[in-house]
Nanobody
Framework: QVQFVESGGGSVQNGGSLTLSCIIS????????MAWYRQVPGKQRELVAR???????KYADAVKGRFTISGDNAKRMVYLQMNMLKADDTAVYYC?????????WGQGTQVTVSS
């Protein structure tokens, strides 16, 4: 089993910044990418950013140049630095592997951006 625990969300104004953290416990899958996803009520969860074991990163077009994903394998943590936040970034953010393990979603952390 694996557990993902997200934290760091909050309410910020348009243009603000937040850093999300995710701690992973349990059975680690070293050869999967780690990723951040987000979901808005009534919409499908979408992949925001992913990072491979070698450090290669990939971002959704909507967040390129504003978000940075990073990881600390020793601490089993993944981070998402979010800058220049917009109202469209408002969502619940989750971490998981990529591809995601569908039965192991955490509670997520709410990010609210107000204009």
């Amino acid at each position: 089993q694996v557990q993902f625990v997200e934290s760091g969300g909050g309410s910020v104004q348009n243009g603000g910044s937040l850093t999300l953290s995710c701690i992973i416990s349990g059975s680690i899958i070293n050869f999967f990418d780690m990723a951040w996803y987000r979901q808005v009520p009534g919409k499908q969860r979408e992949l925001v950013a992913r990072i491979g074991s070698g450090g290669a990163t990939k971002y959704a077009d909507a967040v390129k140049g504003r978000f940075t994903i990073s990881g600390d394998n020793a601490k089993r943590m993944v981070y998402l630095q979010m800058n220049m936040l917009k109202a469209d970034d408002t969502a619940v953010y989750y971490c998981n592997y990529a591809p995601a393990l569908p039965d192991y979603w955490g509670q997520g952390t709410q990010v609210t951006v107000s204009s």
